[in-house]
T-cell receptor, first 115, second 115 residues
Framework: AQSVSQHNHHVILSEAASLELGCNYSYGGTVNLFWYVQYPGQHLQLLLKYFSGDPLVKGIKGFEAEFIKSKFSFNLRKPSVQWSDTAEYFCAVNARTGGSYIPTFGRGTSLIVHP | DAGVTQSPTHLIKTRGQHVTLRCSPISGHKSVSWYQQVLGQGPQFIFQYYEKEERGRGNFPDRFSARQFPNYSSELNVNALLLGDSALYLC??????????????FGPGTRLTVT
């Protein structure tokens, strides 16, 4: 079964600092990769996704992620964080298992940005 | 447009009881997925339904069941509740079955507490 590991459970940064959140997955086949974000008091929402093509994908609010197939990684980055980026971030993998696509989420990273 | 709606918001049940959770997808969305999110963890996939048929199932016991109605709304049923079933239950809708091509939209969740 596939699994997703998010290495940083809690990250605290000051505004304007750079952000990189790690995500590694274990699955040998074709995968689709996602980052979701949950702002305080709001629903989970899609930040960005990778299906194929350019391994560097750009999402909303200046976020980007790079898919490195050889490392089974899909790290999330932002050059300069803002206080409004304070949220919970989830990496997710969608992999074909049998005749279905089964999504697997990581346990999440809580990001706090100090103004 | 209304987003994904779930009812009830909160629920308290006793061990051994049965519970039904409800989800209404975004208008036009034909796929509904259910997730369980235990505190401090990422969402864990339970079921996906598309066009009233189960299209994917996660690693959950048979006590968990679901169905989708002709209007694409869905119910999640859990029998013989255990303390470990206490969690936030999330519903997500998407345009079709192949949700990796279409974004999933999450609802606010139902907080279930089993005592």
């Amino acid at each position: 079964a596939q699994s997703v590991s998010q290495h940083n459970h809690h990250v605290i940064l000051s505004e304007a600092a750079s952000l990189e959140l790690g995500c590694n997955y274990s699955y040998g086949g074709t995968v689709n990769l996602f980052w979701y974000v949950q702002y305080p008091g709001q629903h989970l929402q899609l930040l960005l996704k990778y299906f194929s093509g350019d391994p560097l994908v750009k999402g909303i609010k200046g976020f980007e992620a790079e898919f490195i197939k050889s490392k089974f990684s899909f790290n999330l980055r932002k050059p300069s964080v803002q206080w409004s980026d304070t949220a919970e971030y989830f990496c997710a993998v969608n992999a074909r298992t049998g005749g279905s696509y089964i999504p697997t989420f990581g346990r999440g990273t809580s990001l706090i940005v100090h103004p | 447009d209304a987003g994904v709606t779930q009812s009830p918001t909160h629920l308290i049940k006793t061990r051994g009881q049965h519970v039904t959770l409800r989800c209404s997808p975004i208008s036009g969305h034909k796929s509904v997925s259910w997730y369980q999110q235990v505190l401090g963890q990422g969402p864990q996939f339970i079921f996906q339904y598309y066009e009233k048929e189960e299209r994917g199932r996660g690693n959950f016991p048979d006590r968990f069941s679901a169905r989708q109605f002709p209007n694409y709304s869905s119910e999640l049923n859990v029998n013989a509740l255990l303390l470990g079933d206490s969690a936030l239950y999330l519903c997500a809708s998407s345009l079709d079955q192949v949700w990796q091509l279409h974004e999933q939209y999450f609802g606010p969740g139902t907080r279930l507490t089993v005592t």
